[in-house]
């Protein structure tokens, strides 16, 4: 019986990886972190994962038959029908890396599911979080970069080669700032964590953003999102004002992505986790004057609601209790 199943998550990331056990309706029951050696061959950082899981499952007394099966979240491009991560810009190391092949061999007989970490975080608060409930949604990262995933339909969407759901990419700001993609003003480069940074130093002329400098140890170049969001909580007006202008391009991103999928919930991480209404505040604005006021009913904007776990429970939320 699936009730008394577990599934194993591995999180591979830039500067972390995580083995975590979970129950597939989304309880975590625990979890181990591995710093990620960036010059480590991959073959030996998943020889240190599979000594992790394999200690996990002993500390649990579980068997691999009691596993549903591996779920494995990690950034992109890979390729989910072969199980491949290919290149993640964050794990330079990792090309062409089998990961679900390398992984069965290791856990016979137990499946393994690989998808990109946005997707991932899609999927579980989709399953366990803020989207509990709804068929369409959309869900943004908002962290160093954007990442997005898109659920329609009650189904991931993933796109004809993986790529769906960069919704971080869309151009907002034809001749913007330079994204990390190379392209020129994509929403990433102006609503995430980095250009919240990059906005706020920006404002800093003139002698305005002392509390902001003050916050930042004194240095503009310290300056991050979190001295914005700490600031602007206890009324910095500059600061306030950075929020409120990436709150906009936020909006009007999420405007366009409205205008295509008509989603019923739009969940958004980390820097809305954080900043609360004084992110969500102008974004709403920004959204109902650039979309359609029909295309809004039925739709809210919210923060994500798993948390701290959100990682650990999106490895484990790619293995569906249903197909056991
Ligand atoms: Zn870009």
């Known amino acids: 019986m699936a009730a008394n199943k577990r ?8 500067t972390k990886c995580a083995v975590s056990i979970g129950t597939p309706d989304g309880q975590l029951v625990d979890r181990e972190e591995l710093g990620t050696d960036q010059s480590a061959e991959p073959a030996k950082v998943l020889d240190d ?3 992790i899981a394999s200690a996990l499952l002993v500390k649990h007394k579980l068997t691999l038959e009691s596993l549903l099966g591996v779920g494995v979240s990690c950034g992109g491009p890979l390729d989910t029908s072969t199980g491949t991560i290919l290149r993640p810009p964050n794990l ?22 690989l998808e990109n970490d946005a997707n991932a975080t899609a999927v579980a608060e989709w399953r366990w979080g803020a989207g509990v409930g709804f068929q369409n949604i959309v869900y943004l990262t908002l962290g160093t970069g954007i990442g997005g995933g898109i659920i329609l339909d009650g189904k991931l969407y993933r796109g004809h080669s993986d790529l769906a759901g960069e919704v971080g990419h869309q151009t907002i700001l ?3 700032p330079i994204c990390g993609c190379g392209k020129r003003g994509c929403l990433e480069a102006l609503a995430s ?9 920006e404002s800093l002329n003139y002698g305005r953003g002392r509390a902001l400098l003050a916050a930042a140890g004194g240095r503009a170049a310290d300056i ?16 306030m004002g950075v929020l409120n202008e990436v709150g906009t391009y936020l909006g009007l991103g999420l405007a366009n992505i409205v205008q295509i999928l008509n989603p019923q919930r739009i969940i958004l991480g980390t820097l809305a986790i954080h900043a609360g209404e004084l992110l969500l505040s102008p974004v709403r604005e920004a959204l109902s004057e650039y979309a359609w006021a029909r295309s809004l009913e ?12 959100a990682q650990d429970l999106a490895a484990i939320s790619l293995v569906d209790a249903d197909s056991a």
């Open 92 to 113: 330079p190391r990792w090309e062409a890396v089998p990961v679900r092949a390398i992984l069965e061999e290791a856990f016979p007989d137990v499946r393994v599911v």
């Open 193 to 201: 964590g980095p250009a919240v940074a990059r906005l706020a130093r």
């Open 49 to 51: 994962l599979q000594r």
């Open 298 to 309: 039925g739709c809210k904007v919210v923060a994500a609601g798993l948390g701290e776990r």
């Open 224 to 239: 991050t999102a979190k001295h914005v969001i700490e600031c602007a909580k206890r009324g910095d007006a500059l600061s």
């Open 7 to 14: 599934v194993l998550g591995v999180d591979i990331g830039g």
């Open 174 to 176: 034809m001749n913007g």
